[in-house]
C-alpha cells in the first residue's frame, strides 16, 4: 500500500496519466487512416457494450448531437449500427459491426506493434512491462 499523501506518490500519480495520455496521442498520430474519434468511439463501444447516443455522450464526455454526428459517420462506414432501444421507441440501442470490430482489432494490433518495438529499444524486460500492466489494470479496475 502507498501512502496517498505522499508527495512523491502523488507526483508520479500526475506523471503516470500524463505520460498515458501522450503514449496514446503518439500511437494515435500513426493512424492516418483511421481517425482519432473513431478509434476512440469504437474503444468506448467495446468497453461499454450496445448503448445508447446518450449514454455514449455522457461517458465520451461530449454533447448529445455532437455524439450522433459521430455515430451517423460510423453507420455509414459500416462500423456500427443502429437497433431500436427495446423499452423506449424514441430512442436506438448503438453496437459495433463485425467490421467496426475488425478495424478496432486492426488498430491495436498496429498500437502493439509500435509500442512494442519502444519497448524493445528502450530496454526494459517483459517483467517489467508485465507489472506495468498490473499496476494499470489495478488502478483501472479499482472501485
Known amino acids: 500500500m502507498v501512502d496517498v499523501s505522499n508527495q512523491r506518490v502523488r507526483q508520479l500519480s500526475n506523471d503516470l496519466v500524463v505520460l498515458s495520455a501522450r503514449l496514446v496521442r503518439e500511437v494515435r ?5 483511421v481517425p482519432t474519434a473513431t478509434t476512440r468511439l469504437l474503444s468506448l463501444l467495446d468497453e461499454l ?3 445508447t447516443v446518450g449514454a455514449m455522450a455522457q461517458a465520451d464526455r461530449c454533447s448529445q448531437p455532437t455524439m450522433t454526428g459521430h455515430v451517423n459517420a460510423l453507420v455509414e462506414r459500416g462500423w ?8 423506449d421507441a424514441r430512442s436506438s440501442v448503438v453496437s459495433m459491426t463485425t467490421a467496426g470490430r ?3 482489432i486492426s488498430v491495436r494490433r498496429r498500437n502493439a506493434a509500435l509500442v512494442a518495438e519502444r519497448i524493445d529499444a528502450s530496454g526494459h524486460t517483459e ?3 508485465a507489472t506495468a500492466v498490473a499496476v ?3 488502478v483501472l479496475h479499482h472501485d
Open 29 to 33: 498520430r500513426n493512424h492516418h487512416d
Open 49 to 51: 457494450g450496445p448503448s
Open 80 to 87: 456500427v449500427q443502429r437497433t431500436p432501444h427495446p423499452d
Open 102 to 104: 475488425q478495424m478496432l
Open 127 to 129: 517483467e517489467e512491462l
Open 136 to 138: 494499470l489494470t489495478d
